[in-house]
């Protein structure tokens, strides 16, 4: 039986990470790199897979306080960059890029 694209949660599970620069806590999704299947890959060697595009998950991104990096460099921020962040990005954050990214919205 194949699994559906209807259930995003297929290919995600949630996490709770604590922003390095507010230090308020959100929930991410990452990919569940058991459930991707590959479709093709590009003469640029970039893997094409099913339903999903697990790229699009990997920047996390602090609802709070907009602070956003890549997941394995979100914890290595020096002070001065996370002074820099707090004194220019004190903004409403808009919350369309925290849901689910599914390849079908990206088109």
């Known amino acids: 039986m ?4 209807n259930d995003p949660m297929v290919y995600l599970y949630s996490k709770i990470f604590t922003c390095p620069v507010c230090s308020k ?8 790199k058991s459930k991707l299947r590959q479709l093709d890959m590009d003469s640029d060697f970039r893997t ?11 920047v996390l991104v602090c609802g709070n ?3 956003a990096a890549l997941h ?8 001065k960059q996370q002074d820099w962040i707090r004194k220019r990005f004190r903004q409403t954050i808009d ?3 925290l849901k689910c990214r599914l390849v079908r919205q990206m088109h």
């Not at 806590?25 to 569940?32: K, T």
């Open 48 to 58: 094409r897979y099913r339903d999903i595009d697990p790229n699009l998950y990997e």
């Open 65 to 67: 306080c907009g602070y």
């Open 95 to 97: 919350t369309e890029i």
């Open 72 to 79: 394995s460099f979100f914890d290595r921020i020096t002070s």
């Open 2 to 5: 194949s699994e559906s694209v």
């Open 25 to 32: 806590e959100f929930v991410d999704f990452l990919i569940r």
